[in-house]
């Protein structure tokens, strides 16, 4: 799976609309600001602080852990002993893509691609970082390390490539 652990949603999905309603939505938006700020928190703290009413509160959560961008953090008992969730915004990315899951698998190959970049440039910067450390002592020891930091950036770097294009071609 990916190194990164994210919801997809089509965006012709049904939460994709829920989604964007709650994204236009300023009682929703700043119910959500507060418990990134300051999480975990209940229904009726949430209710008090932004004194909106519980009903309204209960309605955003509700939308919001459906499309993921809300979750349970715990549980607390309240003053009757009942059982009181708390909740905090989720930490999941939510990618929205047209054609949702059968378009995954592209995202996920542009991320390798991403990673094989990365891939070069940092074997590309340990050849500099070696070449500026060890062109200043001269002599043949220099040279014979030079010429194995090159050789040691060039195989990674095509190794890199390699199985970024696997990957694109499966």
Not at 68 to 95: D, F, H, M, N, T
Request: with cysteine; proline share 3%; net charge positive.
């Amino acid at each position: 799976m990916g190194l990164l652990n994210y919801e997809v949603i089509d965006i012709h999905d049904e939460r994709a609309k829920e989604l964007a309603q709650i994204l236009s939505n300023e009682k929703a938006l700043s119910i959500l600001k507060l418990i990134e700020e300051r999480p975990p928190r209940s229904i009726s703290e949430i209710s008090q602080e932004l004194e909106i009413p519980i009903s309204t509160v209960s309605y955003h959560i509700d939308r919001m852990l459906k499309v993921g961008l809300v979750e349970v953090a715990g549980r607390k008992y309240g003053k009757r002993l009942q059982e009181v969730k708390l909740y905090r915004a989720s930490s999941k990315p939510i990618l929205i893509l047209p054609g949702g899951k059968k378009k995954h698998r592209t995202w996920e190959k542009l991320r390798v691609i991403n990673l094989a970049v990365s891939a070069v440039a940092s074997t590309g910067g340990v050849y500099f970082a070696v070449k500026l450390l060890t062109g200043r002592n001269g002599g043949e020891q220099s040279e014979t390390v030079r010429i194995l930091a090159v050789n040691t950036a060039q195989e990674a770097s095509k190794t890199s490539i390699d199985w970024a294009l696997c990957l694109l071609q499966s």
